[in-house]
């Protein structure tokens, strides 16, 4: 059975830092995502990991803060966000594809999702 658990979630203070994990079990992924959905607003995209990190980008909002990386052996990937503001609240899912996934940004790429982890940043 294919899972992704979500973690690190948390409150957290403007300009503060959270690292997030997802745990994938049951098979390995080609391709490994962030996405994220705020109240009431659309889920967009976070940022995204191919292989062992040949192709990595992420969302135009993010801006150089945060850092997306994966450890095969533990079959896990991570999101270290920084400079966290509160327009950054939202709920935080993993998402991973056994391919390479071609069109990043669109959740109909990914095969499986985990059930996320909450962020909240106060101001």
């Known amino acids: 059975q294919v899972q992704l658990v979500e973690s690190g979630g948390g409150l957290v203070q403007a300009g503060g830092s959270l690292r997030l994990s997802c745990a994938a079990s049951g098979r390995s992924f080609n391709t490994m995502a962030w996405f994220r959905q705020a109240p009431e607003k659309e889920r967009e995209f976070v940022g995204v990991?191919?292989?062992?990190?040949?192709?990595?980008s992420y969302g135009d909002f993010v801006k150089g803060r945060f850092a997306i990386s994966r450890d095969d052996a533990k079959n896990t990937v991570y999101l270290r966000m920084n400079s966290l503001k509160p327009e950054d609240t939202a709920a935080y899912y993993c998402?991973?594809?056994?391919?390479?996934?071609?069109?990043?940004?669109?959740?109909?790429?990914?095969?499986?999702w985990g059930q996320g982890t909450q962020v909240t940043v106060s101001s």
């Open positions: 998402a991973a594809a056994t391919k390479v996934v071609r069109t990043i940004v669109s959740e109909r790429e990914y095969d499986y």
């Open positions: 990991i191919i292989g062992n990190g040949i192709f990595i």
